[in-house]
């Protein structure tokens, strides 16, 4: 199936998870969601060879309808800022996250397959930008 045009959606959630919610579960028909803050949270505890506790899982949230994509998580302080939801129904272009380009947490780049070409898309979080910047 070749791919004519994608219908992309970006917000800023600045951490809320019930603005995340809405998004996620209300825009199904787009097929890339950019979210810039987005919120990390714990998610469970798996075994671990170094301590009886287990290691602390955390992630952003995920929904049936969506793949998600972000930076690898360094540390508990150096939480990506920007990360990109898939719509499950384009599974087939075979989306992949490119690491070795751009190292970090405010910019996110991914390619995919479409119609025998590799086509790429940023994301890059503005910290700069102002509402006020745009009348």
Known sequence: ??????CLFSQNVRKNR????????NKK??????IQEPLWLFTCTILSSSGEKGDKIVG???YPNWITFSRFLLNGYNYPRVLIYINKQLIHLCFSLIKGV?????????S??????ILFIV???D?????????
């Open 1 to 6: 199936m070749i791919l004519k045009s994608l």
């Open 127 to 135: 910290r700069n930008f102002n509402i006020r910047d745009r009348e």
């Open 123 to 125: 994301l890059i979080m």
């Open 60 to 62: 952003a949230p995920n």
């Open 18 to 25: 019930t603005l995340t919610n809405i998004i996620l579960e």
């Open 112 to 117: 995919f397959f479409n119609n025998g070409c």
């Open 29 to 34: 028909y787009f097929d890339i969601l950019f």
């Open 102 to 110: 751009f190292d970090h947490r405010d910019i996110n780049c991914f």
